[in-house]
C-alpha cells in the first residue's frame, strides 16, 4: 500500500544551520505530497505542498521539490532559527484516497 | 476566522466513563477528520467524514463512535473510557469531496485527554 517514510529524529541543529529532512513515498499514479508542522502544544499547520512532478512549495524559508524519478519530496531551509523547532511531518494525499497518509513526523531542536 | 475548533481542550476521566469531543469548522469544509496521537506512534486516524451523512472508520476505530452532525460539526464519543485512550485527539477538515482527492487539511489545536 502507499506510505511515507521520513528521516528518524530528533534532529538538533544550531542556529542558522541549513536544514534537510529527508521524505520518500510509496505509491502509484500521482499523488499530491505536502509538509506540515507542529510546534509544541498545538496542532499540525500546513506549511507547503506540491501537486506534481517537479512542482516546488515553499513558505516561511522552507522549500522543497517533488521529485517523482526519486519519489521524494525533502524538506530544506537555508538558515535555521530557534523558532523552527517543531515536529515535521511528510504526507501524501491521493485523488482516490478521501484521507491524507501520514509520515511518522521527525522532531526538529534548534540550539543558540 | 476561526478555522477548526475543538472543546474541550484538557480533560481528566476515570476508568468507564464516558464523553463526548467537539469539534465545528467553519470553511464550509465536506470532509472531516478525527486523529489520535501518542508518543512513537505518529497520527493515526480514528473516524473520518467524506461528506454530510457519512463516516467511515479508520485505523484504530475501536471504542470510539462518531457523529457528523451536519456540514460542520463532527464529534467523536467514547462510551467507556479505558487508560488506552489517554491521547491527544486532533479533528481535521478538509475541502476535498469524496473521491476528489486531497487538498490538504486543516488541523484543530487538539483535546488532551487523560484517562485514569
Known amino acids: 500500500g502507499d506510505s511515507v517514510t521520513q528521516m528518524e529524529g530528533p534532529v538538533t541543529l544550531s542556529e542558522e544551520a541549513f536544514l534537510t529532512i529527508n521524505c520518500t513515498y510509496t505509491a502509484t499514479g500521482y499523488p499530491s505530497l505536502f509538509w506540515y508542522v507542529q510546534y509544541p502544544g498545538e496542532g499540525l499547520q500546513l506549511l507547503l505542498k506540491a501537486t506534481k512532478a517537479d512542482d516546488k512549495g515553499s513558505n516561511k524559508g522552507f522549500e522543497a521539490t517533488y521529485r517523482k524519478e526519486t519519489t521524494s519530496f525533502h524538506l530544506e531551509k537555508g538558515s535555521v532559527q530557534v523558532s523552527d523547532s517543531a515536529v515535521y511531518f511528510c504526507a501524501l494525499g491521493k485523488t482516490s484516497y478521501d484521507k491524507v497518509i501520514f509520515g511518522p513526523g521527525t522532531s526538529l531542536s534548534v540550539i543558540p | 476566522n476561526a478555522g477548526v475548533t475543538q472543546t474541550p481542550k484538557f480533560q481528566v476521566l476515570k476508568t468507564g466513563q464516558s464523553m463526548t469531543l467537539q469539534c465545528a469548522q467553519d470553511?464550509?469544509?465536506?470532509?472531516m477528520y478525527w486523529y489520535r496521537q501518542d508518543p512513537g506512534m505518529g497520527l493515526r486516524l480514528i473516524y473520518y467524514?467524506?461528506?454530510?451523512?457519512?463516516?467511515d472508520k479508520g485505523e484504530v476505530p475501536n471504542g470510539y463512535n462518531v457523529s457528523r452532525l451536519n456540514k460542520r460539526e463532527f464529534s467523536l464519543r467514547l462510551e467507556s473510557a479505558a487508560p488506552s485512550q489517554t491521547s491527544v485527539y486532533f479533528c481535521?477538515?478538509?475541502?476535498?469531496?469524496?473521491?476528489?482527492?486531497?487538498?490538504?487539511?486543516?488541523f484543530g489545536s487538539g483535546t488532551r485527554l487523560t484517562v485514569v
Open positions: 467524514s467524506a461528506s454530510e451523512g457519512t463516516t
Open positions: 470553511m464550509n469544509h465536506n470532509s
Open positions: 481535521a477538515s478538509s475541502p476535498s469531496r469524496k473521491g476528489e482527492g486531497s487538498y490538504g487539511y486543516t
